[in-house]
């Protein structure tokens, strides 16, 4: 989906488009590419309603690639 939302979006030029095509590469855990596009969509488009929303995210998909998610080790503990 999100390689069809991508292109889609160059053809129609479209901000709309552009956006939900970063989403789809968020969904698609391809947070590189999604970052990117949220980038280039906020500076294509500074004055849209999405500019705002597209820098926001990008920086969320920035810190969530940075989250450690700690490691268990051994057996798991029993519940009381």
């Given amino acids: 989906a999100a390689d069809v ?3 889609s979006a160059r053809r129609s030029h479209s901000v709309d ?3 939900h095509a970063a989403r789809a590469l968020s969904r698609a ?3 590189a ?3 990117k596009a ?3 969509l906020a ?3 500074a004055r849209s309603p999405q500019a705002d929303e597209a820098t926001f995210l990008a920086a969320i998909e920035a810190t969530a690639d940075r989250r450690v ?3 268990r080790r051994g057996r798991p ?3 009381i």
């Fill in 69 to 71: 998610q700690p490691k």
């Fill in 38 to 40: 949220y980038q280039e």
């Fill in 77 to 79: 503990r029993k519940m």
């Fill in 33 to 35: 590419d999604a970052i």
């Fill in 5 to 7: 939302l991508e292109r």
């Fill in 29 to 31: 855990n391809r947070d």
């Fill in 43 to 45: 500076q294509d488009n």
């Fill in 17 to 19: 488009d552009a956006f």
